[in-house]
């Protein structure tokens, strides 16, 4: 099982989009014990969607679509809460 899982940091008004095989460590991973990438410089993050998939292939192909304009503009209103 696969997640697309998408991050949202209020004080930084940024988001992060990502897949992983496992949600729980690597929601910790992005929030406290990782110590370099992009992440790191916009904690704390929420979990703000999950969407799960039976394949890898599936889960990447929803995150690019996620990356794209339209997939973005679809987070932020869920961000927004509209």
Same mark, same amino acid.
């Given at each position: 099982? @696969? $997640?697309?899982?998408?991050?949202? *940091?209020? %004080?930084?008004? $940024?988001?992060?989009?990502? @897949? /992983?095989?496992?949600?729980?460590? %690597? @929601?910790? *991973?992005?929030?406290?014990?990782? /110590?370099?990438?992009?992440t790191i410089k916009f904690r704390p993050w929420e979990l703000v969607l999950t969407e799960e998939f039976q394949t890898k292939a599936e889960a990447m192909k929803r995150e690019k679509n996620l990356k794209g304009a339209r997939g973005r503009d679809e987070i932020w209103k869920i961000i927004k809460g509209g």
């Open positions: 099982m @696969f $997640k697309v899982y998408v991050l949202y *940091s209020a %004080r930084h008004n $940024k988001i992060y989009i990502g @897949f /992983t095989s496992d949600l729980q460590n %690597r @929601f910790k *991973s992005h929030n406290e014990l990782g /110590t370099k990438g992009w």
